[in-house]
């Protein structure tokens, strides 16, 4: 394990003064899995107010409480934090008192996951004495003691531990699984910023898909819309899954990107609402884009998603099961509504959502690939799809005597003219245009 410099320099101010100092936590997991650690957390037999008087102005008193100091260091911030053992936690989320020790393996009891509960020095001695190296080994995410209590302590827990189920390959071991279920309605307790904060960490995770089918009660707490979908048939030759199977075989085909993947999550949440029989015994979802859209809009809110993320997902569900012809005019006209990015990321969505249906319909496949070659062929003429790549502007409409609105619904109908291939994106053609429009009509605001 290559501890970074810096991290090095702090291990080496506090074990000089006589402290223990050890490297932490997901670091210390990270780096015995051979992945790249974000953070690079410190733990120390130092109190707090020590710690401070070591590093002097680079000591922030920013956590006394829980006894962290955070030093700063040109490579960034190190968190040194004493060893503790944690008081009753009244809340659900944070221990009231806590009590600073001189004992490491104190302070890794009271860790929620083994594969957490381990810690490092610079001589690379390994302390575990809870197994975390060997649930490593083999692939289990366990709790630090009982799973029960852990997850009393901290409901914020249990999503953490689907969130390294879904992001790290590992396994829930069955006495946790079962713990999970059993105190899920802890998460009640929790805010919706830091739900949304573990949720989303989770949903981009290889293994998403497969932590959502295993606990779908979990997520069902906050977002008890998801639970309507579990087990509905849709008895339609399209779909040889129910909605939530289809949803999280669509997630799964999914890139591992936030967005499309809330949108995979959300695309269908309406179809229950939607659902329709007919005389054939055939299920239809009319309209379910829609229903599907404003219980995404309700439950990202609930979430206190930022706006541009929820609208941005809201988008894509409304659109993910418009069809949209293969043809430049047409892909003209959804760059007009969408834009480069959010075209590209409903074609990802489509995709995936034909892939979550039956086999024998993937062929649409080569349709989505249509669309992207015509796609790609428009970006590389640089075609006109917006108001800013017209060659006319609204200065060369003032210039001929129109002006107020009459310029911004004129430059509009032009554009229209252009996508629908009627005019050529050229300034004195469009200048001709309007001039003999004017001409014919007698009205200044047309053209």
Known sequence: MEIPENVQAVLKTLEAAGHE????GGCVRDALMGRSPEDWDVTSSARPEETLALFGHRGLPTGLKHGTVTVKTEEGPVEV???RIDGTYRDHRRPETVAFSRSLDEDLARRDFTVNAMARNLRGELRDPFGGREDLRRGILRCVGEPDRRFQEDALRILRGLRFAATLGLGIEPGTAAAVRRNRDGLRNIAAERIQAEFFKLLPGKDAAEVLRGCPEAFGVFWPELLAMVGFRQRNRHHCFDVWEHTLHALAAAPGDLVLRCTMLLHDVGKPDSFTLDEQGVGHFYGHPA??????????RRLKCAAEFRETVVRLVEWHDRDIPRTDKSIRRALRILGEEDLRRLILVKRA???GQAPAYWDRQKELDKAEEILDKLLAEDACFSLKQLALKGGDLLALGLSGPAVGKALEELLEKVI????PNDREALLEHVRKNRETSGEEERI
């Open 353 to 355: 959502d034909n892939l």
């Open 21 to 24: 100092a050890w490297c932490v």
């Open 81 to 83: 934090t004493t060893y």
């Open 291 to 300: 229903v599907s859209c404003d219980l995404a809009d309700k439950m990202l």
């Open 420 to 423: 629908d291939g009627v005019l």
